[in-house]
């Protein structure tokens, strides 16, 4: 479970950015802005990172305070399914990342595989989508929503990508170690589930 302080300030932060967008007050945007201010101070004082990378990214967003969303493809070849070693942790992950604005979730993951795995792949269904907190994923500031969707190979062979150094498939008792902040082993055990029975229905939680 996401621990409260991360939670409080994930919270305080939406509220200030929700506010700043709707108020006209400047006595209310003032406590919006002390509002955003004080979640930032929260991340400082638990975490390694400065104030002012945590403006920009954690609190330089505007509009509509809403969760973002990672999708991550799932394919299997011969009862293994497909990872990709990750440049930033040297850990392995299922291809995926940030949805794009103006793309759907098939095309994003499409394009993901393709760039992170050299695979041309064609998205079948979607498995699950999971709240980041309720799983065991290192503490990060956004709400995050993951999107597994099970992809099939149509075309490409195995080449390492801008963020990635090695494209592998593993089998469920040999995985290699995981970029935790991506997928966890029991997202990829939850993963084979659908391998095995593929009428298993679509996880929400």
Same mark, same amino acid.
């Given at each position: 479970?996401?621990? /409260?302080?991360?939670a409080?300030a994930k919270?305080?932060? %939406?509220? *200030?950015?929700? +506010? #700043? ?5 400047v ?7 002390a509002?955003r201010?004080l979640?930032?101070?929260i ?14 990214s954690f609190?330089g967003?505007?509009?509509?305070s809403t969760p ?8 299997f070849?011969?009862?293994k ?5 990750e /440049? ?5 992950a299922?291809p995926? %990342?940030? *949805?794009?604005? +103006? #793309?759907?979730?098939?095309e994003v993951v499409?394009?993901e ?6 695979f041309?792949?064609e998205a079948v ?18 709400h995050?929503y993951?999107?597994f ?5 149509v ?13 592998d ?5 040999e995985?290699?170690e ?28």
């Amino acid at each position: 479970m996401e621990q /409260k302080w991360l939670a409080w300030a994930k919270e305080i932060q %939406g509220i *200030a950015q929700t +506010g #700043l967008t709707y108020a006209k007050d400047v006595y209310d945007i003032e406590r919006y802005e002390a509002l955003r201010e004080l979640s930032v101070d929260i991340l400082a004082n638990y975490t390694f990172e400065s104030k002012e990378r945590i403006r920009l990214s954690f609190a330089g967003e505007g509009g509509y305070s809403t969760p973002k969303v990672d999708v991550r493809g799932v394919i299997f070849r011969e009862g293994k399914i497909l990872l990709v070693r990750e /440049k930033l942790d040297g850990n392995w992950a299922l291809p995926g %990342g940030w *949805a794009d604005i +103006g #793309l759907s979730a098939s095309e994003v993951v499409v394009k993901e595989i393709s760039e992170e795995s050299g695979f041309q792949a064609e998205a079948v269904r979607l498995l699950a989508v999971l709240d980041k907190k309720f799983h065991n994923h290192p503490p990060e500031p956004y709400h995050v929503y993951k999107m597994f969707i099970l992809c099939k190979i149509v075309g490409g062979e195995a080449a390492e990508g801008v963020e990635t150094s090695e494209v592998d498939f593993f089998a469920e008792d040999e995985l290699p170690e995981l970029s935790v902040e991506r997928n966890t082993a029991e997202q990829l055990r939850t993963m084979f589930q659908f391998l095995n029975d593929p009428q298993k229905p679509v996880i929400l939680d």
